[in-house]
């Protein structure tokens, strides 16, 4: 066995010979009928210009002021979806951005679904603006929508994931479902700034929270509710 394992490419074929020779001269003589390929390159442009018609995915590159970056503006790509009437703008990732502004946000690890309408995207990132400069540090983002926004979550159709609508928030190690490493503070701080960035409807899980958030802010946009212990769920309605 252990012989075996040490062979080296050359010695295995010496050793079991070379039977590929018939294989070979067959492998040489495989030519497609030159009318063959064109049957299928005709097939391809086809295909192409169907493309063209059906304006499946147009792609936008925009970028936008935010406050809090100066003179950079924020770049992201949206695209046009077949059967949506708003486009799904991508959260870029932050190696895409800017260097001076690449730790703006994090996005959790395994998050895919990575699309929201213009406006919700361009709510949450500033609020994770806001959070990076201001009192809670980067936020990370951890939940949005499919690019084809009904599609996200198919089992709770009401959500505002389903609408691209829906932004998510956290702060990696700091939230509730953190335990004794629960920032409340900071997380208040983050459901804040969101807020002023125009959240329509903020829910977190800290009832102490959210009291404080409305208070201060003097829009009763967030509430209180169960499975908002992780996270922090913004909408823009
Ligand atoms: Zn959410």
Redesign the pocket.
Known sequence: MQLIHTLDIYTIVELIGTPKEHAMTDLDHVSLDPIDIADELTVAINELSEFHSSSEKVITVESTKLVGLADIEYPYTCYRVPGQAENACKLTSPSDLPSQIRDIYKIDSGLNNLYAQKNTLLIGVQACVWSRYGKSGVATV??MSAMKFNTTRPSTPT???NKGR???VKLQGRMMSNGSSYDQLACAYLCMYCVEAGATRL?FSDNAVVDAVNKATGKSVCIALAG?KN?I???NR
Do not use: K, V
């Open positions: 951890s939940g959500s505002q994931h829906a932004f998510d829910i908002h996270h769920h913004l909408d």
